[in-house]
């Protein structure tokens, strides 16, 4: 067969491994995972899998481990059962939320304002920018996987800012949502930005970092990723677009809504009345680690799940600003 070039994101580096090399690294994952509820099954699409073993440069045994360990996160944290209500009062500055426009490559594109943060607490901020994540993929065409972020420094200072919480966003979205970040636009960061993203940049995987792209509005080259990412008759002002409309705190809560009354579904395989028994996370055997190794063994039997792509998220750059008593850690 044809190969295919796959990127890594543990190292930076490039790979390249075949399709028929592909769908058995695919395979040995699924037999070292094992049986799984269908909750859990359905996130495991040959897709999601491929996502894991590329962050971790097709390396079965990382891949599995780090696939392990977003299933238990995911059975604990519940992030597909978060609805706009509990998180409504995070979104009502418009701090982070998902245009209503996507790029020129059919991406899902999702805005942030750091200085427009309102809240202290970083368990409330976490748990909003993982519905906003969830909400996102969601959102994204069928042929599709990844996202673009769109951060917009206006009005931004270092008291909006915290390595504790960046921190552990870039923990959550990078080893539980691996490569769902197609790219991050900092959209015009003041100087004394430089010395807080020096700072940052090691809690992001080299291949991450490479994704994040500084565009200045009075700079006539980087400006012109704007330019051929999006239709400037959409993209908002505050980008160099042409629509002002703004922000509509009600008009995005509407939407909101209607996503939630959609989530159900996905996570039911359409079938919203049939519910599951609580996860038994000692059954599922998730905190062992594989012994497996790229030359191991694989299991040739067909893939127990549907290979229709479901819910998971990406890499952060930056996140706003929490207390730190409020902090609390989340696996």
């Known amino acids: 067969m044809s190969a295919a070039l796959k990127k890594s994101s543990s190292n930076g580096s490039d790979k390249s491994v075949t399709t028929e090399e592909q769908?058995?690294?695919?395979?040995?994952?699924?037999k070292l995972i094992g049986p799984l509820p269908e909750k859990l099954a359905i996130y495991c699409s040959d897709a999601a899998l491929t996502r894991y073993l590329r962050a971790r440069n097709w390396n079965v045994k990382k891949a599995t481990k780090m696939l392990k360990e977003t299933l238990k996160w995911r059975a604990e944290y519940k992030p597909e059962e978060i609805r706009w209500e509990e998180v409504a009062h995070e979104a009502e500055t418009g701090k982070i939320y998902r245009s209503?426009?996507?790029?020129?490559?059919?991406?899902?594109?999702?805005?942030?304002?750091?200085s427009c943060q309102n809240t202290k607490s970083t368990k409330g901020q976490i748990r909003y920018l993982v519905y906003c994540m969830e909400n996102a993929i969601l959102n994204l065409p069928p042929d599709k996987e990844q996202m673009v972020w769109l951060i917009d420094f206006n009005g931004y200072n270092l008291s909006h800012t915290s390595v504790k919480v960046t921190r552990e966003t870039a923990h959550i979205l990078q080893d539980h949502y691996p490569e769902r970040l197609?790219?991050?636009?900092?959209?015009?960061?003041?100087?004394?930005?430089?010395?807080?993203?020096?700072?940052?940049?090691?809690?992001?995987?080299?291949?991450?970092?490479?994704?994040?792209?500084?565009?200045y509005s009075d700079?006539?080259?980087?400006?012109?990723?704007?330019?051929?990412?999006?239709?400037?008759?959409?993209?908002?002002?505050?980008?160099?677009?042409?629509?002002?409309?703004?922000?509509?705190?009600?008009?995005?809560?509407?939407?909101?809504?209607?996503?939630?009354?959609?989530?159900?579904?996905?996570?039911?395989?359409?079938?919203?009345q049939s519910a599951e028994p609580p996860v038994d996370l000692n059954s599922l055997d998730l905190n062992s680690d594989s012994d497996a190794s790229d030359?191991?063994?694989?299991?040739?039997?067909?893939?127990?799940?549907?290979?229709?792509?479901?819910?998971?998220?990406?890499?952060?750059?930056?996140?706003?600003?929490?207390?730190?008593n409020d902090s609390t850690e989340v696996h």
């Open 182 to 215: 197609g790219l991050a636009i900092l959209y015009n960061p003041p100087k004394f930005f430089e010395p807080f993203w020096k700072v940052v940049k090691p809690f992001l995987e080299p291949k991450t970092q490479n994704k994040v792209k500084f565009v």
């Open 219 to 272: 700079d006539p080259n980087s400006k012109k990723i704007m330019d051929e990412l999006f239709d400037m008759e959409k993209l908002e002002s505050a980008f160099g677009g042409n629509d002002d409309s703004g922000f509509n705190i009600s008009k995005y809560a509407e939407r909101m809504r209607e996503d939630d009354k959609r989530m159900p579904a996905v996570w039911t395989r359409g079938n919203p």
């Open 100 to 114: 209503n426009y996507i790029d020129k490559h059919g991406r899902t594109v999702l805005v942030m304002r750091p």
């Open 23 to 30: 769908h058995a690294k695919i395979s040995e994952i699924r």
């Open 295 to 324: 030359n191991g063994k694989v299991d040739s039997s067909p893939s127990h799940v549907s290979d229709s792509e479901t819910l998971s998220p990406s890499e952060s750059v930056i996140v706003t600003k929490g207390s730190d």
